[in-house]
């Protein structure tokens, strides 16, 4: 079946405009998460949806950052006024059920540059 | 809070060696871990959990192991082949008793495999 679907796959933006990323789960995962990797840095944890419950914004930057998930399904995750230190690849997973013990299911990524 | 350290960013080895790549936590022992492979321009993907009650997880060429009292975990390629080639990311639980969801990924060792 299809996997974790992102776009776009890459996204040049000027600094201080808007930009809006987009994840289609696997159908059927519950769990869905967002994280960015920076060159040479780790995966950081940005927010995550489970089912019906308000999300874990705790890993969001700033009040910049905001997402949001509709029907349980995809989700669009908003950058505002956007800064040269947004640049990054932005990873979106998907997870059976929430919880440490399932495997994320990861996309490809979207390549954001902010000139 | 929980840290991960992956204590080599590089590992190069010859082919058919045995790979043997390290994680570090810094505090209280997670119920489960783990490790994610990454190749260049693609999300991460899962390879193996293994849960805190087990010393030892196989798969094909992969064993995984778990130290609670050392605070690591160790993966290893056996026979190796160029093309396992790639950064390893091992991720655990970053709250105690679990976030529901906020795994944190170590920054990765990238491995590479001469033929």
């Known amino acids: 079946g299809a996997g974790v679907s992102q776009s776009p796959s890459n996204k040049v933006t000027e600094k201080g405009k808007d930009v809006e990323l987009r994840c289609d789960p696997i159908?059927?995962?519950?769990?869905l998460y967002w994280y960015r990797q920076s060159l040479g840095q780790g995966l950081e944890f940005l927010i995550y949806?489970?089912?019906?419950?308000?999300?874990?914004k705790s890993g969001l930057p700033s009040d910049r950052f905001s997402a949001e998930r509709t029907g349980g399904s995809v989700s669009t995750l908003t950058i505002q006024r956007t800064q040269q230190e947004d640049s990054a690849v932005y990873l979106c997973?998907?997870?059976?059920?929430?919880?440490?013990?399932?495997?994320?299911?990861f996309g490809p990524g979207t390549r954001l540059t902010v000139l | 809070s929980q840290k991960i350290e992956q204590n080599s960013e590089a590992l190069n080895i010859q082919e058919g060696k045995t790979a043997t790549l390290t994680c570090n936590y810094t505090?209280?022992?997670?119920?489960?871990l783990q490790w994610y492979r990454q190749d260049p321009g693609r999300g991460p993907v899962f390879l193996l959990l293994?849960?805190?009650?087990?010393k030892e997880k196989r798969k094909e060429r992969l064993k995984v192991t778990f130290d609670t009292t050392l605070k690591q975990s160790l993966f290893h390629i056996t026979a190796s082949q160029p093309a396992d080639s790639a950064t390893y990311l091992c991720?655990?639980?970053?709250?105690?008793?679990?976030?529901?969801?906020?795994?944190?990924f170590g920054k990765g060792t990238k491995l590479s495999v001469k033929p």
């Open positions: 159908s059927g995962h519950t769990a």
């Open positions: 293994i849960r805190e009650n087990e």
């Open positions: 991720a655990l639980d970053s709250l105690y008793g679990g976030s529901q969801g906020n795994l944190i």
């Open positions: 997973a998907s997870s059976l059920a929430g919880g440490e013990a399932n495997e994320r299911f």
């Open positions: 949806f489970q089912g019906n419950s308000a999300p874990d």
């Open positions: 505090n209280y022992s997670p119920a489960y």
